[in-house]
């Protein structure tokens, strides 16, 4: 939306002029490009099979309740299932602490409404998902970015924000953080830098929100989990089934304080998601598939991620550097800052699209020389391919820095 009169109505004051739909990647691209932009699983992987079974058991017995709304916090069996998955983990949790949602953009929209008002402080990676910034900006947040390395949010960084801040008699509401595989950076927030932000909330008085979108889909070490781990009563965590089975499902959740559960099983005005989908889910959950499935998927997308990263290596290893995540379909690759002004433009001479390093920034208006390609959905023919476009890019780009 450009402007906040669409005839024949005066838009909400929540609509702002400068205000670009986060979810329209908007990459210019050749009919014949290899895209790399698009964050969504493999559609090789969506489990079909598995879902009809587990709809035409639901549908052969009374559908009184499995095609009824399903108000409040969501399906019971399918909250304790996820309650469960937080106990195994370490992490003190009930199903009333838990609530179904919209995918996690669901929870997101839900949370910004019941606790953020316009003016308050949101903390956010100085990189992060516009899908979730936009959502916080709509409910009149200030964003305030905090820095990123290679380990994270930079406890440093945080800690100098909120003083800044108390300075000046404010108080941030939430921090939201992807600590699992950071979109778009893939870093693993390092283990002593959790407990550090767990204490610096609990000193300066905000909460943490987890989207841990693609904490699930892992495959280096340890799953690192929830950050409910370090502090139940000041953290939310935010997960989502959309990468792990199918976005199209649009069924997410959060566990949290059960206080704020309540409230926003309360506020809430969607009257739920699909209770039948919800019942689908639980089933392949209950079951055993849901945790097979997450082992072979997981396995696959880093077979893809080590097939990216050694074409890559071999087309522009000398020019890239590529940050190797511990899960998730992602790959961050960074560059020297003068090759940024004709990247893209290459890229579409090339046939290759990606989101570029600036799409991701929460200031605007800076070079940021990277970009992020998604694997997900892509063929290995297109991951070869895709490393090769992208090699005669960084070459090309070079060759022009170097002319002019
Ligand atoms: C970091 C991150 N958070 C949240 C979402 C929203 O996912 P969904 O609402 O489908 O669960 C996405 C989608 O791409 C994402 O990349």
Known sequence: VT???????????RVRADT??????????????????????????HPADVMEQALDALLSVSTTESLNYCRGRGDATLRTLIAERSLREGVRTSADDVVITAGSSGAFTLLAYTLVEPGDVVLVEELSYPGVLAMFRQAGAELVPVALDQDGLVIESLEEVVTTLARRGATPKLLYAIANTQSPTTSRL???RRSAIAALAERFGFL???????????????????????????TVHVGSFSKTVAPGLRLGWFTGPGAIAEVIANMRTDLGTSTLIQRMIASMMGDGYFDAHLERVAASYRGKRDLLLAALDEHCGDLVRCVEPPGGFFLWVTFDEPLAGNVERLAYEEGVAFLSGSYFDVRGGRVVPAFRL????????????????????MRRSVDEVVRS
Do not use: C
């Open 3 to 13: 402007t906040a009169h669409v005839a024949p109505v005066k838009l909400s004051s």
């Open 20 to 45: 670009e739909a986060p979810n329209t990647l908007g990459v210019a691209m050749r009919d014949d490009a290899i895209f790399f932009g698009s964050g969504v699983p493999d559609p090789r992987f």
């Open 190 to 192: 390092a283990d002593d």
């Open 208 to 234: 943490i929100v987890q989207d841990d979108t693609y904490g699930e889909l892992w495959y280096e070490g340890e799953q690192p989990g929830s950050l409910r781990r370090y502090d139940t009563e000041r």
């Open 374 to 393: 998604a694997f997900g959905e892509l063929a290995e023919d297109d991951l070869f391919e895709g490393a090769v476009r992208l090699g005669r890019v």
